[in-house]
């Protein structure tokens, strides 16, 4: 029996090539500002208009200000990207999303919630967090330049296919802990490269009950173990996140449709090229320490006494020693948000521990929602009275703090503790040292000023 990465995979085969790679089809295609303008000029030099039009979409979010975005971006380069998707999505008859539109946001984070992400699809986009949209049920993956313009061209795309891995988390979930925290257990037990060359399937109790936001977050940190995707089998939790919205299927349609998903799921006698096994008891919340998402330790442990080649230099740039607990240890930024975790459940986990307390004086926080919807949704469900009244502002959607393509940068030597997905050097500002942690353990840092075991707020 194959597994469900053959079953979406070989349902999306045009033709394999000897000794080569195989050309697939591709369901959807999402551009965002900072990897397309190549692939449009590439396009446009061959006389070339898109294949299949009607299943690319546009949206401006790495370079997109999370203030005043009624007015004209400040920064120059910044401006002159989102200017220039929005002229090459008119140009080449596409479907944009602005920035200040109620469709807006981050296209990892808007992508399923539209329902232009569905089980059964293959996803691909200019960035290596596509893997999110393996939640749905999905084959999503991320693509370079060259590769972009080849599925604008053609709706097809030339792939190896990758080995097959079903990583299973059994048991259930303690108190405090995230899938963001299994995520990072995950990346710590494999390190940043040990699915490489692997799709991996999330399987098992603890991902079975993950809420649909849970799911999206595991799988979007699937790149960094270095696994050319994640996703996990669509169930219930799936059919009921996608009902009724926009482009899900309708009617007889929609009957069809959920038909066909519950076939999507690995056979009992199906056979991964690896298969690994986790225990939910032996993960609590979890940080990082160094300067790549696989460095990372549980909340309460210390920093180990010997690593890598990388460890010295990566200890040296983040001003700890190893053997170090870091709990107590003084931050100065937080940053909720980005396409791990800039939805709804993030922020409700977020205000559960605000509520009733205030924002510590030293601590600067970023709070971004992934999308305008995500933000109707905070004021809907008066999160934003609540974080408000604790001294929390509520921002613009936007990649924000995750990256350093627009305004929201942590100054050097800065310790902020964020929800996004990479600790690299600089990668949140030149000199900026990250520490990764769930949106429960940035709240605990946020009104206490030090890093806390959110458990003790809980």
């Given at each position: 029996?194959?597994?469900?990465?053959?079953?979406?995979?070989?349902?999306?085969?045009?033709?394999?090539?000897?000794?080569?790679?195989?050309?697939?089809?591709?369901?959807?295609?999402?551009?965002?500002?900072?990897?397309?303008?190549?692939?449009f000029?590439?396009?446009?030099?061959?006389?070339?208009?898109?294949?299949?039009?009607?299943?690319?979409f546009?949206?401006?979010?790495h370079?997109?200000?999370?203030?005043?975005?009624?007015k004209?971006?400040?920064?120059?380069?910044?401006?002159?990207?989102?200017?220039?998707?929005?002229?090459?999505?008119?140009?080449?008859?596409?479907?944009?999303?602005?920035?200040?539109?109620?469709?807006?946001?981050i296209?990892?984070?808007?992508?399923?919630?539209?329902?232009?992400?569905?089980?059964?699809?293959?996803?691909?986009?200019?960035?290596?967090?596509?893997?999110?949209?393996?939640?749905?049920?999905?084959?999503?993956?991320?693509i370079?330049?060259?590769?972009?313009?080849?599925?604008?061209?053609?709706?097809?795309?030339?792939?190896?296919?990758?080995?097959?891995m079903?990583?299973?988390?059994?048991?259930?979930?303690?108190?405090g802990?995230?899938?963001?925290?299994?995520?990072?257990?995950?990346?710590?037990?494999?390190t940043?490269?040990?699915?490489?060359?692997?799709?991996?399937?999330?399987?098992?109790?603890?991902?079975k009950?993950?809420?649909?936001?849970?799911?999206?977050?595991?799988?979007?940190?699937?790149?960094?173990?270095?696994?050319?995707?994640?996703?996990?089998a669509?169930?219930?939790?799936?059919f009921?996140?996608?009902?009724?919205?926009?482009?899900a299927?309708?009617?007889?349609?929609?009957?069809?449709?959920?038909?066909?998903?519950?076939?999507?799921?690995?056979?009992?006698?199906?056979?991964?090229d690896?298969?690994?096994?986790?225990?939910?008891?032996?993960?609590?919340?979890?940080?990082t320490?160094?300067?790549?998402?696989?460095?990372?330790?549980?909340?309460?442990?210390?920093?180990?006494?010997e690593?890598?080649?990388?460890?010295?230099?990566?200890?040296?740039?983040?001003?700890?020693?190893?053997?170090?607990?870091?709990?107590?240890?003084?931050?100065?930024?937080?940053?909720?948000?980005?396409?791990?975790?800039?939805?709804?459940?993030?922020?409700?986990?977020?205000?559960?521990?605000?509520?009733?307390?205030?924002?510590?004086?030293?601590?600067?926080?970023?709070?971004?929602?992934?999308?305008?919807?995500?933000?109707?949704?905070?004021e809907?469900?008066?999160l934003?009275?609540?974080?408000?009244?604790?001294?929390?502002?509520?921002?613009?959607?936007?990649?924000?703090?995750?990256?350093?393509?627009?305004?929201?940068?942590?100054?050097?030597?800065?310790?902020?503790?964020s929800t996004?997905?990479?600790?690299?050097?600089?990668?949140?500002?030149?000199?900026?040292?990250?520490?990764?942690?769930?949106?429960l353990?940035?709240?605990?840092?946020?009104?206490?000023?030090?890093?806390?075991?959110?458990?003790?707020?809980?």
């Open positions: 029996m194959n597994t469900l990465f053959d079953k979406i995979w070989d349902a999306h085969v045009v033709q394999v090539v000897d000794d080569g790679p195989t050309q697939l089809y591709i369901d959807q295609l999402y551009c965002h500002e900072v990897t397309s303008p190549q692939a000029e590439g396009m446009r030099a061959r006389g070339l208009q898109c294949f299949r039009p009607k299943q690319i546009c949206m401006p979010d370079n997109t200000p999370t203030h005043d975005q009624d004209p971006i400040e920064d120059p380069v910044s401006r002159k990207q989102v200017d220039l998707l929005a002229k090459n999505a008119a140009d080449f008859g596409l479907t944009h999303y602005g920035m200040f539109s109620k469709d807006n946001g296209i990892h984070v808007v992508g399923p919630e539209k329902g232009l992400s569905l089980p059964g699809m293959t996803i691909v986009c200019g960035d290596s967090h596509t893997s999110t949209h393996g939640a749905m049920g999905a084959v999503a993956f991320g370079g330049t060259s590769e972009v313009e080849m599925v604008m061209a053609s709706q097809c795309i030339l792939q190896q296919k990758p080995k097959s079903r990583i299973s988390i059994n048991g259930k979930l303690g108190k802990v995230t899938a963001k925290d299994v995520a990072l257990y995950l990346m710590a037990q494999l940043t490269s040990g699915a490489t060359g692997y799709f991996v399937e999330y399987a098992g109790d603890v991902v009950a993950l809420s649909m936001e849970g799911r999206l977050t595991l799988c979007n940190l699937s790149i960094e173990m270095g696994a050319r995707g994640g996703f996990i669509p169930d219930e939790v799936t009921d996140y996608v009902k009724g919205k926009e482009y299927p309708k009617g007889e349609d929609w009957d069809k449709a959920v038909a066909y998903w519950k076939t999507l799921k690995s056979g009992d006698d199906a056979v991964f690896k298969e690994l096994a986790y225990e939910a008891c032996d993960i609590q919340p979890r940080i320490y160094g300067t790549n998402p696989g460095m990372g330790i549980g909340i309460t442990e210390s920093i180990p006494m690593g890598d080649a990388n460890f010295e230099k990566a200890l040296q740039y983040m001003g700890f020693k190893a053997g170090e607990c870091l709990l107590g240890k003084p931050i100065d930024y937080v940053f909720l948000g980005a396409c791990t975790n800039g939805r709804i459940e993030d922020f409700r986990a977020f205000a559960s521990i605000v509520r009733g307390r205030n924002k510590s004086d030293n601590v600067v926080a970023w709070l971004v929602p992934g999308s305008w919807a995500v933000r109707k949704q905070i809907e469900e008066g934003d009275k609540v974080l408000e009244a604790s001294g929390f502002e509520i921002r613009q959607p936007g990649c924000s703090a995750c990256l350093a393509m627009n305004d929201d940068k942590v100054p050097s030597g800065k310790y902020a503790v996004s997905n990479r600790n690299f050097e600089g990668r949140q500002g030149p000199g900026a040292r990250t520490i990764l942690a769930s949106p353990v940035a709240a605990a840092a946020a009104v206490t000023g030090v890093i806390t075991d959110p458990r003790e707020l809980l």
